[in-house]
């Protein structure tokens, strides 16, 4: 396995994954392939993002930006994804710790992330040590 930083020639192969993993519970979202590349380049606008490549395939991705507030400087994981097929096997593990190495470069101290509490991926964070935090909280609000 091979990991390197992304490039928009990348958009296809990652969109491929978001789309196959997030259509499925507990997110169950319904991308198309022209949501998916707008969203990947407003990402790309704002942060950066690294693939897992093995034999030539994206077989995963993870999607970071940096945010400056009151107190440092953080790093946001916006979006980490493995295809179903390649689950398992340490890749996400691989592309978390890239992030945290370039974090520890950086001298970054905080990465924050948001899970869906009934996803794997929740499980997965908590395995490597990230917990909730006590002092905030993921909003929303829909407007019609």
Request: charged share 35%; net charge positive.
């Amino acid at each position: 396995m091979n990991i390197r930083k992304a490039t928009k020639k990348d958009f296809k192969g990652i969109g491929k994954i978001i789309k196959e993993e997030f259509s499925k519970p507990p997110y169950k979202e319904k991308w198309t392939y022209d949501e998916l590349d707008k969203t990947l380049k407003g990402y790309f606008k704002i942060g950066y993002a690294y693939v897992a490549i093995i034999d030539k395939e994206i077989v995963g991705a993870i999607i970071i930006r940096e945010e400056f507030y009151v107190g440092g400087r953080y790093i946001i994981i916006e979006e980490l994804v493995v295809s179903s097929k390649f689950q398992g096997k340490g890749i996400g593990k691989k592309l978390v710790e890239k992030v945290e190495s370039i974090t520890k470069i950086k001298k970054i101290h905080t990465i924050y992330l948001s899970a869906h509490r009934k996803s794997k991926a929740f499980k997965f964070y908590n395995k490597l040590g990230y917990k909730e935090s006590k002092q905030m909280a993921i909003m929303g609000k829909k407007i019609k």
